[in-house]
């Protein structure tokens, strides 16, 4: 996967093409409109529409095969979550990440081997880290949320 995709550009219903695509691997327009009228009311026109834009950000590859296109991913649906989880994570005040963090794990159902991973995570995490997280919103040391 070569070309150079900013995931934080796509849209909600862009996502929601993507995710289908991802799972699949490859598909044809006709496969994603099948798919995608299983969880949205959304026209043919629609569904085209939209995959021309994410080709158009390069998100998608398109091959012609006889009449039909068959999309494929430009970029992982890891790296595009990681972009997107960077890009949120970005705009919040360091001393606040960690109440979203726990937020978000109070709120999504998880695995037992999801929560074991973060355990872990976190367990080492603890051997380092600070007593409080600096707040980055004003400049300078006053700057305290």
Known sequence: ????????????????????????GKASSSEVIDLIKAKKDWTE???????RRLVSKS??????DGRRFIY?????????????????F??????????EITKLIRDTNLSQADIKQMQAVLANK???APKVVECNCLPGKDSCC
């Open 59 to 64: 998100a998608l590859t398109t091959v012609k």
């Open 90 to 99: 970005s705009r919040m005040c360091n001393m606040k990440k960690g109440s």
């Open 45 to 51: 026109s629609t569904v085209k529409t939209l995959l």
């Open 72 to 88: 494929s991913p430009n970029i992982t649906e890891s790296d595009a979550m990681d972009q997107m989880t960077a890009e949120m």
């Open 126 to 128: 603890l051997r380092t």
């Open 1 to 24: 996967m070569t070309a150079v995709v900013d995931a934080t550009e796509m849209t909600t219903s862009e996502w929601e093409l993507m995710r289908i695509i991802w799972t699949k």
